[in-house]
């Protein structure tokens, strides 16, 4: 690679541009999350800037046929040295400034599981912010690794759709079916990460009808103190199984 000695120096600094289709509403949620507005015209042209930490989020005009509804609009990656602490910083934010976690529709926070290493913001014009952890290993497999079998696969491809592809629904359906074919011969804290994980889901999608069933099922399973943790940390809201984890032996 050419140095261009004398020319060009390594201190770059790239700022994406995402598309706004939705400027009062990017202005209010980004200030509730705590972000500085650098930079604010809505005329002649658009033009909205902020500031977080050591980052920076600029917004120019969207496309008239832009749909944030279909989260096609852009985004960008805010790669860090512990995602943990920004999940919880924009957790206590949210809470502090719309009274709950937005978890649905626009803007909303995936979910974050003890020890994952990416989250994701989008914003109200349906572009995707994702924080990645630096160490996150370069080798992810991200369909589902290939050396693991039975519902050790299934837990792990959920995990996948779940935490990078953001897709909740195919992730309860991976499960769901893997619970029926798989769960017969499954290692017992295998099968109580399946349960609570379909209760988790099964709350995020508004699919509640079925969650006795997962709970009772959890309840019946004699599980270790050990293995309680296990189950707790496989999920993002632990408070979610409070009703349903078997009493302990």
Same mark, same amino acid.
């Given at each position: 690679?050419?140095? +261009?000695?004398?020319?060009?120096?390594?201190?770059?600094?790239?700022?994406?541009?995402? +598309?706004?289709?939705?400027?009062?509403?990017?202005?209010?949620?980004?200030?509730?999350?705590?972000?500085?507005?650098?930079?604010?015209?809505?005329?002649?042209?658009?033009?909205?800037?902020?500031?977080?930490?050591?980052?920076?989020?600029?917004?120019?005009?969207?496309?008239?046929?832009?749909?944030?509804?279909?989260?096609?609009?852009?985004?960008?990656?805010?790669?860090?040295?512990?995602?943990?602490?920004?999940?919880?910083?924009?957790?206590?934010?949210?809470?502090?400034?719309?009274?709950?976690? $937005?978890?649905?529709?626009? =803007?909303?926070?995936?979910?974050?599981?003890?020890?994952?290493?990416?989250?994701?913001?989008?914003? =109200?014009?349906?572009?995707?912010?994702?924080?990645?952890?630096?160490?996150?290993?370069?080798?992810?497999?991200?369909?589902?690794?290939?050396?693991?079998?039975? $519902?050790?696969?299934?837990?792990?491809?959920?995990?996948? $759709?779940?935490?990078?592809?953001?897709?909740?629904?195919?992730?309860?359906?991976?499960?769901?079916?893997?619970?029926?074919?798989?769960?017969?011969?499954?290692?017992?804290?295998?099968?109580?990460?399946?349960?609570?994980?379909?209760?988790?889901?099964?709350?995020?999608?508004?699919?509640?009808?079925?969650?006795?069933?997962?709970?009772?099922?959890?309840?019946?399973?004699?599980?270790?103190?050990?293995?309680?943790?296990?189950?707790?940390?496989?999920?993002?809201?632990?408070?979610?199984?409070?009703?349903?984890?078997?009493?302990?032996?």
């Amino acid at each position: 690679m050419p140095t +261009h000695e004398g020319r060009v120096q390594p201190n770059e600094t790239a700022v994406p541009l995402l +598309h706004c289709a939705a400027p009062e509403e990017t202005l209010a949620f980004w200030r509730a999350l705590g972000f500085e507005v650098a930079y604010e015209q809505l005329k002649p042209y658009l033009y909205l800037a902020f500031s977080w930490s050591g980052f920076q989020l600029h917004y120019g005009p969207a496309p008239k046929d832009l749909d944030p509804a279909k989260e096609t609009s852009g985004g960008c990656l805010v790669m860090v040295d512990a995602v943990a602490a920004y999940h919880a910083a924009f957790t206590e934010a949210m809470r502090r400034g719309y009274g709950k976690v $937005l978890v649905k529709g626009l =803007p909303r926070m995936t979910r974050y599981r003890a020890g994952a290493s990416r989250f994701s913001i989008v914003d =109200p014009s349906g572009n995707t912010i994702i924080f990645i952890q630096r160490d996150e290993p370069k080798d992810l497999e991200y369909g589902g690794s290939s050396e693991l079998a039975g $519902l050790t696969r299934v837990l792990d491809n959920a995990r996948i $759709l779940r935490e990078f592809k953001m897709d909740d629904r195919a992730a309860y359906r991976a499960l769901d079916s893997g619970m029926r074919r798989r769960a017969e011969d499954a290692p017992v804290v295998e099968q109580a990460m399946a349960l609570a994980a379909l209760i988790e889901l099964s709350i995020a999608l508004n699919k509640t009808d079925r969650v006795p069933e997962w709970g009772a099922r959890l309840r019946a399973l004699s599980l270790p103190p050990e293995q309680r943790t296990q189950v707790a940390q496989y999920v993002a809201d632990p408070t979610l199984l409070t009703p349903w984890m078997p009493p302990e032996r």
